[in-house]
């Protein structure tokens, strides 16, 4: 039999496992501009109180800061497993961004409230210092208040374990709280 | 219940997909001819019950029930109900199950239209189709479920259809691209089928041949209309951005074009056998590959659906039974004695094969180009985006090539011909437009373009040797049935074809090269001139629509004075999203577009303004259309119907032959 019949094969072959190398990697895993530096100044208004707040204010630390918005179809997926995050004593701070106060207010009537304190980045200013790539997007604040990580798109239990445990090793497992 | 019943209807089609895909093909080898005879039923039994799926799930769409997830995420109360409709494949699995719908009606169209074809043949022409079926109804069922629902926190209104895909475009555009993607997976059928049977003959070739012109034909037209949606929906007057979803679709096409070809060899001279075969595979692999590419978030793109690696891993397993199956099915099967070469390196054969190494060449090309960022970012070599420019450069210069041979190809002979007889057939078409492309580039623009010249040379080359053909055609020949009916219609169809590619590639040099534009700041009553036009913004408005609000701008367009256009760009903001759409203004004709697109606004009465000239950018989609119009009447011609009914004799025979072997 010839073996040249079979070189189409073969190149599929390697084709196909270049695509498999693919799936691992994420696209969308730009590095976050600030990995490793502290979370950038800002002094923006809170949604549910009156004042404005600075960096200082994402404390208690290690701690998450989401980024979400009523307009975002995937924070509505997420918003659950934030809920059970808060549960469990994982400190959230949300960054309410591009959004109607209003509608945010009513969002987080209706469906709960996860966040320790929710800044209003309204303009998008914050967001783009911090490199947003879109809503929702995860990142981790250390003790000192530097950035550790950041996820882009839908965080839930699978993702959780993976890549956030090492920060909330306390909180991280099912029931540590309860 | 509504959407519940849409998912058992898909369960039903998915249980029957796979009797489809197992029982006549164990048949065929068993010369059990219930089995075999089953294969038109359940095909048919399939489309029914997806098709009754794909109406249910419309239902909900239309109903704005948005208990179910994909309807929630996908539309809206306020949404105009013509979207609503296209908004059921405006999504990932929306649009998964549109691709089994279109799969089921090719599938029906061949157990309806081939009864002619000896069984075995057909049996295991509609399996393999089943088998396809099979892999995307659970991909369907397993991975992205349409029919989910949201039933403990069922959303108030929905999130809206993505303001880009709310236009007219968008409810062709996709189901005709689908028609090409999916219609592939005819000919495959027939590869695979043969292959089975080992015999590879013109017959193949003859029943295949149709239906992948038809294929190819939806296919070309589905290119066409997303070409010209990015031209006006997508704001900035770009036509073509070699972005990797646009790349997923051409890489069939340009595959596909080298099937057309190498069918015709085939079918007439019963050579390029096995080389038709491979394309033949090539071309629905790269169908499925691009729908790897487009749902598997491997790939960046402005078109690409949400992604999720679970499903990625899905389809890139499908991919690797399906085309590693046929590959490997193809090293084991394919004829293993070479056609004998008999015929000449002057001769049609030769100028096919150019064309088919040509359109190989191209579609690695652009190949390699879509993979290269997934390959640097597999080694960790960065991250990278090829652009236009690397497949400019290698891409344009190849039709440029294939382009001298395209007028030869149709005046050759098979077999042996000679370059004697080809130049006193081409030399005055050639020294005609030799002329021609001097003069007409120099008249047109007013300064001589080197590039506009060249291809006014290859495109009028093209046509003009088409033209001498028809002529040739018209009048030579004995008297008697009109002149007019000696043009078959595969003839015809190819002519336009070819002179809708030659319109294409004289369009898209036209528009590169004599585009003019200008970005700039207007205020009411300022005027802008670009080239001969004067473009007066006349005053801003506010103009409420279904479901979004528009700052509109009204810009009076004149020329030599006179007023030739009322020009009215909008920019607008969807209420459900928020997210803010450019709705650009053409003015177009024939020769030329102008174009006004708004960008931001700056203060309080003034916007950023683009304004561009865009000369024969209308030639793309014609010649488009001539493609793609020019591969569906091929399949008009009476050869096939003929050819089908004098089968039909023969069929009983055959299989009477081969049942008795198989026993």
């Given at each position: ?178 | ?98 691709w089994?719908?279109i ?73 005709l691209l689908y028609m090409g993607y999916v219609g592939l997976s005819v000919p495959f ?23 992948t012109n038809v294929a190819w034909g939806f296919l070309s037209l589905g290119i066409?209309?997303g ?17 990797p979803v646009e790349n997923a679709s051409f890489m069939p096409w340009l595959m596909g074009t080298a099937l057309v ?18 394309l033949a595979i090539f071309a629905f692999s790269l169908s499925l590959l691009g729908t790897f590419l487009v ?24 991919l690797?039974?399906v085309v ?35 359109f190989a060449?191209a579609t690695i090309?652009v190949l390699?180009?879509t ?260 591969a ?32």
């Amino acid at each position: 039999m010839p073996v040249k019949r079979f070189l189409p094969l073969g190149i599929f072959a390697l084709l196909a496992l270049l695509l498999f190398r693919g799936l691992s990697i994420d696209p969308t895993a730009l590095p976050a501009a600030r990995l490793g530096q502290p979370f950038p100044e800002f002094s923006l208004p809170v949604l549910q109180t009156e004042g404005t707040v600075g960096a200082t204010a994402l404390d208690p630390r290690p701690a998450l800061v989401n980024v979400w918005a009523t307009w975002c179809y995937s924070c509505r997926v997420e918003h659950p497993y934030l809920l059970e995050l808060a549960r469990r004593g994982v400190p959230i701070f949300g960054l309410n961004y591009k959004d109607d106060n209003d509608k945010a207010r009513e969002w987080l009537a209706q469906l709960g409230n996860p966040y320790r304190l929710n800044v209003v980045d309204a303009a998008g200013t914050l967001g783009l210092d911090l490199g947003v790539y879109g809503a929702p997007e995860t990142y981790v604040l250390d003790e000192r208040g530097d950035i550790v990580h950041r996820h882009v798109g839908v965080l839930d239990q699978a993702v959780f374990e993976r890549d956030f445990m090492r920060w909330f090793p306390r909180q991280g497992s099912q029931g540590a709280s309860d | 219940m509504i959407p519940e019943l849409g998912h058992v209807s898909l369960i039903i089609a998915f249980v029957l997909a796979l009797g489809l895909g197992a029982v006549p093909l164990w048949g065929s080898f068993r010369a059990n001819v219930a089995a075999m005879n089953l294969a038109p039923t359940l095909a048919v039994g399939v489309s029914v019950f997806v098709a009754i799926a794909f109406a249910l799930l419309t239902i909900s769409f239309l109903s704005d029930d948005f208990s179910v997830a994909v309807v929630a995420a996908n539309s809206n109360s306020l949404l105009p109900p013509i979207f609503k409709f296209s908004a059921v494949w405006g999504n990932h699995e929306g649009s998964l199950l549109l691709w089994v719908l279109i799969l089921s009606g090719w599938m029906t169209a061949v157990a309806c239209l081939s009864s002619a074809l000896p069984l075995t043949m057909i049996s295991r022409v509609l399996s393999v189709m089943g088998l396809i079926a099979v892999g995307f109804l659970a991909f369907s069922l397993l991975t992205s479920n349409p029919f989910e629902r949201l039933l403990l926190n069922t959303p108030l209104d929905g999130n809206d259809l993505n303001p880009l895909l709310q236009d007219p475009g968008l409810i062709i555009h996709p189901p005709l691209l689908y028609m090409g993607y999916v219609g592939l997976s005819v000919p495959f059928a027939f590869a695979i089928a043969a292959l089975l049977s080992g015999r590879l003959d013109a017959s193949w070739a003859r029943w295949s041949r149709p239906w992948t012109n038809v294929a190819w034909g939806f296919l070309s037209l589905g290119i066409m209309l997303g070409s010209w949606w990015a031209y006006y929906e997508l704001g900035w007057g770009g036509w073509w951005f070699w972005d990797p979803v646009e790349n997923a679709s051409f890489m069939p096409w340009l595959m596909g074009t080298a099937l057309v070809h190498s069918l015709a060899v085939t079918e007439k001279r019963g050579v390029f056998r096995s080389w038709t075969v491979l394309l033949a595979i090539f071309a629905f692999s790269l169908s499925l590959l691009g729908t790897f590419l487009v749902r598997s978030g491997v790939l960046t793109s402005v078109h690409a659906f949400a992604a999720d690696p679970e499903r990625g891993l899905f389809i890139l397993i499908f991919l690797a039974i399906v085309v590693g199956g046929s590959l490997l099915l193809y090293a084991l099967r394919a004829p293993s004695v070479a056609s004998r070469v008999n015929y000449g390196l002057v001769s049609r054969e030769a100028l096919l094969m150019v064309n088919n190494l040509v359109f190989a060449v191209a579609t690695i090309v652009v190949l390699l180009g879509t993979l290269f960022p997934l390959v640097m970012d597999a080694f960790s070599l960065g991250k990278y985006s090829v652009g236009p420019p690397y497949f400019n450069a290698v891409f344009v210069p190849l039709m440029a090539l294939v382009m001298p041979f395209m007028t030869v190809g149709p005046i050759s002979r098979w077999r042996e011909d000679s370059t004697r007889r080809w130049m006193h057939e081409l030399l005055v078409p050639a020294a005609v437009i030799s002329v021609l492309a001097v003069l007409l580039s120099w008249f047109g623009s007013g300064a001589f373009n080197l590039w506009v010249a060249l291809a006014i040379l290859l495109a009028g080359w093209v046509v003009l040797g088409v033209a001498r053909d028809v002529w040739r055609r018209l009048t030579q020949g004995a008297q008697g049935a009109p002149r007019w009916r000696r043009l078959s219609a595969s003839f015809i169809g190819m002519t336009l074809a070819h002179v809708g590619f030659a319109a294409v590639v004289l369009g898209a040099v036209v528009v590169s090269q004599h585009t003019e534009e200008r970005d700039l700041r207007m205020a009411v009553d300022e005027v802008a001139e670009l080239g001969e036009y004067r473009f007066a913004l006349k005053r801003l408005s506010q103009a409420p629509g279904p479901n979004y609000v528009a700052d509109q701008a009204v810009f009076e367009v004149s020329h030599s004075g006179r007023v030739i256009a009322t020009l009215i760009p909008e920019k607008r903001r969807y209420l459900a999203s928020g997210q803010v759409m450019t709705e650009a203004a053409i003015e177009a004709s024939l020769w030329r577009d102008l174009y006004v697109a708004l960008g931001e606004p700056i203060g309080a009465d003034a916007w950023a303004v683009r304004l561009q000239y865009k000369p024969m950018v209308r030639w793309l989609w014609l010649g488009g259309l001539l493609i793609g119009f020019g591969a569906l009447i091929t399949a008009l011609d009476r050869r096939y119907r003929a050819q089908l009914s004098r089968s039909a004799a023969v069929t009983a025979a055959v299989d009477k032959q081969v049942l008795g072997l198989a026993r």
